[in-house]
């Protein structure tokens, strides 16, 4: 092991936001797998659901902006969710570019199975709720803050 860099502090992994920000998604991701295996939805898929229960009707592009994420990279992602029978992908009448997605009765009825997700990540989290509000409005606000450099605000 060559030793000849001085350490420093501002460079340790631990000390790194990025890295607890990272590990943490991670271990969140993997938290969810076997619940959402059980419903036959990827976590990625579950995001979109999510956007999709909370507002029927959108487009691939509300969801994209919902999501912040590339529609691109989204239209896979919902054309599996289409063939599973979850939704349904049209194309608008007003302008052909633009896709439109509902969901399905199944799809509907998938939110049903849903509703115990939040309790068993809780549960695993060993945080109280109190605290893990907390949490998620400092990430909330750091995203803003990112997200207004990005934009040269």
């Given at each position: 092991?060559?030793?000849?860099?001085?350490?420093?502090?501002?460079?340790?992994?631990?000390?790194?936001?990025?890295?607890?920000?990272?590990?943490?998604?991670?271990?969140?991701?993997?938290?969810?797998?076997?619940?959402?295996?059980?419903?036959?939805?990827?976590?990625?898929?579950?995001?979109?659901?999510?956007?999709?229960?909370?507002?029927?009707?959108?487009?691939?592009?509300?969801?994209?902006?919902?999501?912040?994420?590339?529609?691109?990279?989204?239209?896979?992602?919902?054309?599996r969710l289409e063939a599973q029978g979850?939704?349904?992908?049209?194309?608008?009448?007003?302008?052909?570019?633009?896709?439109e997605l509902r969901l399905t009765a199944?799809?509907?009825?998938?939110?049903?199975?849903?509703?115990?997700?939040?309790?068993?990540?809780?549960?695993?989290?060993?945080?109280?709720?109190?605290?893990?509000?907390?949490?998620?409005?400092?990430?909330?606000?750091?995203?803003?803050?990112?997200?207004?450099?990005?934009?040269?605000?």
């Amino acid at each position: 092991m060559d030793s000849s860099l001085e350490p420093c502090k501002a460079l340790l992994l631990d000390n790194q936001l990025c890295f607890a920000l990272h590990s943490t998604s991670l271990l969140m991701t993997k938290t969810y797998k076997p619940l959402l295996q059980e419903m036959g939805l990827t976590y990625p898929q579950y995001l979109a659901m999510l956007v999709l229960w909370e507002t029927d009707g959108l487009t691939v592009g509300d969801i994209s902006a919902r999501l912040l994420t590339d529609p691109g990279s989204l239209t896979p992602l919902l054309k599996r969710l289409e063939a599973q029978g979850l939704l349904q992908r049209n194309r608008s009448k007003a302008d052909e570019r633009v896709v439109e997605l509902r969901l399905t009765a199944k799809g509907r009825a998938l939110h049903e199975q849903a509703k115990a997700i939040p309790g068993c990540i809780l549960k695993s989290a060993g945080m109280p709720m109190e605290q893990l509000d907390e949490l998620k409005q400092a990430l909330f606000t750091l995203r803003k803050h990112l997200h207004q450099s990005l934009d040269g605000d």
